[in-house]
Nanobody, 124 residues
Framework: QAQLTESGGGLVQPGDSLRLTCTDS????????IGWFRRALGKEREFLAA????????NYAKSVKGRFTISRDKANNTVYLQMNNLEPEDTAVYYC?????????????????WGQGTQVTVSS
Protein backbone atom coordinates (compact mmCIF):
# COMPACT_ATOMS: atom_id res chain seq x y z
CA GLN A 1 0.00 0.00 0.00
CA ALA A 2 1.24 3.45 -0.88
CA GLN A 3 2.32 5.80 1.90
CA LEU A 4 2.29 9.17 0.25
CA THR A 5 3.79 12.44 1.38
CA GLU A 6 3.19 15.82 -0.22
CA SER A 7 5.51 18.80 -0.03
CA GLY A 8 6.18 22.08 -1.75
CA GLY A 9 3.24 24.17 -0.63
CA GLY A 10 3.55 27.68 0.67
CA LEU A 11 2.40 31.27 0.52
CA VAL A 12 2.73 32.90 -2.89
CA GLN A 13 1.37 35.92 -4.70
CA PRO A 14 -1.10 35.83 -7.60
CA GLY A 15 0.69 34.96 -10.82
CA ASP A 16 3.44 33.02 -9.08
CA SER A 17 4.31 29.36 -9.58
CA LEU A 18 4.79 26.43 -7.25
CA ARG A 19 5.83 22.83 -7.75
CA LEU A 20 4.32 20.26 -5.45
CA THR A 21 5.99 16.92 -4.86
CA CYS A 22 4.44 13.56 -3.99
CA THR A 23 6.70 10.79 -2.76
CA ASP A 24 6.11 7.29 -1.43
CA SER A 25 7.95 5.48 1.33
CA UNK A 26 6.68 2.09 0.12
CA UNK A 27 7.86 -0.17 -2.66
CA UNK A 28 4.83 -0.21 -4.90
CA UNK A 29 4.69 3.42 -6.03
CA UNK A 30 5.71 2.58 -9.56
CA UNK A 31 2.63 0.38 -10.03
CA UNK A 32 0.10 3.05 -9.23
CA UNK A 33 -1.39 5.91 -11.10
CA ILE A 34 -1.08 9.06 -8.99
CA GLY A 35 -3.56 11.86 -8.74
CA TRP A 36 -3.54 15.33 -7.29
CA PHE A 37 -6.57 16.75 -5.51
CA ARG A 38 -7.29 19.81 -3.43
CA ARG A 39 -9.77 20.88 -0.80
CA ALA A 40 -10.49 24.52 -0.22
CA LEU A 41 -11.98 25.68 3.05
CA GLY A 42 -15.68 24.91 3.08
CA LYS A 43 -15.61 23.09 -0.25
CA GLU A 44 -15.54 19.50 -1.38
CA ARG A 45 -12.40 17.75 -2.51
CA GLU A 46 -11.63 18.50 -6.14
CA PHE A 47 -9.78 16.34 -8.63
CA LEU A 48 -7.00 18.21 -10.43
CA ALA A 49 -4.81 15.85 -12.42
CA ALA A 50 -3.61 12.27 -12.68
CA UNK A 51 -0.79 10.39 -14.35
CA UNK A 52 -0.52 6.71 -15.18
CA UNK A 53 2.07 4.38 -13.72
CA UNK A 54 3.92 4.39 -17.04
CA UNK A 55 3.67 8.18 -17.22
CA UNK A 56 2.25 7.86 -20.71
CA UNK A 57 -1.27 9.06 -19.97
CA UNK A 58 -2.43 12.14 -18.08
CA ASN A 59 -5.78 13.66 -17.28
CA TYR A 60 -6.63 17.17 -16.10
CA ALA A 61 -9.63 18.91 -14.68
CA LYS A 62 -10.88 21.72 -16.89
CA SER A 63 -10.31 24.20 -14.07
CA VAL A 64 -6.52 23.73 -14.18
CA LYS A 65 -5.78 22.51 -17.69
CA GLY A 66 -3.17 24.75 -19.26
CA ARG A 67 -1.94 26.10 -15.91
CA PHE A 68 -1.03 22.89 -14.05
CA THR A 69 1.20 20.10 -15.30
CA ILE A 70 1.59 16.69 -13.73
CA SER A 71 4.76 14.72 -14.31
CA ARG A 72 6.49 11.65 -12.99
CA ASP A 73 10.07 10.77 -12.20
CA LYS A 74 9.93 6.99 -12.21
CA ALA A 75 13.54 6.58 -11.18
CA ASN A 76 12.95 8.53 -7.98
CA ASN A 77 9.37 7.46 -7.20
CA THR A 78 8.18 11.03 -7.36
CA VAL A 79 5.23 12.77 -8.96
CA TYR A 80 5.15 16.51 -9.41
CA LEU A 81 2.43 19.06 -9.90
CA GLN A 82 3.75 22.21 -11.52
CA MET A 83 1.33 25.06 -10.91
CA ASN A 84 1.69 28.26 -12.88
CA ASN A 85 -0.14 31.57 -12.83
CA LEU A 86 -1.65 30.85 -9.46
CA GLU A 87 -4.83 32.62 -8.43
CA PRO A 88 -6.37 33.27 -5.01
CA GLU A 89 -8.99 30.65 -5.92
CA ASP A 90 -6.21 28.05 -5.93
CA THR A 91 -5.81 28.43 -2.18
CA ALA A 92 -6.41 24.99 -0.67
CA VAL A 93 -4.81 21.97 0.90
CA TYR A 94 -3.36 19.84 -1.88
CA TYR A 95 -3.24 16.05 -1.65
CA CYS A 96 -1.84 13.26 -3.74
CA UNK A 97 -3.37 9.81 -3.85
CA UNK A 98 -2.79 6.48 -5.54
CA UNK A 99 -4.93 4.27 -7.73
CA UNK A 100 -3.87 0.62 -7.75
CA UNK A 101 -5.04 0.34 -11.34
CA UNK A 102 -1.99 1.91 -12.84
CA UNK A 103 -3.39 2.76 -16.25
CA UNK A 104 -6.48 4.49 -14.87
CA UNK A 105 -6.42 8.28 -14.72
CA UNK A 106 -10.06 9.25 -15.29
CA UNK A 107 -11.77 7.74 -12.26
CA UNK A 108 -11.24 10.02 -9.25
CA UNK A 109 -13.19 7.70 -6.94
CA UNK A 110 -10.52 5.04 -7.52
CA UNK A 111 -7.83 6.98 -5.67
CA UNK A 112 -6.89 6.27 -2.06
CA UNK A 113 -3.91 6.11 0.30
CA TRP A 114 -4.09 9.85 0.81
CA GLY A 115 -1.13 11.85 2.01
CA GLN A 116 -1.42 14.42 4.81
CA GLY A 117 -1.64 17.33 2.38
CA THR A 118 0.31 20.50 1.81
CA GLN A 119 -1.15 23.99 2.16
CA VAL A 120 -1.05 26.37 -0.79
CA THR A 121 -2.07 29.95 -0.14
CA VAL A 122 -2.26 32.50 -2.92
CA SER A 123 -2.61 36.01 -1.63
CA SER A 124 -1.31 39.48 -2.29
Amino acid sequence: QAQLTESGGGLVQPGDSLRLTCTDSGRTFSRYSIGWFRRALGKEREFLAAISSAADVTNYAKSVKGRFTISRDKANNTVYLQMNNLEPEDTAVYYCAADQIGWRVSFPAGFGSWGQGTQVTVSS
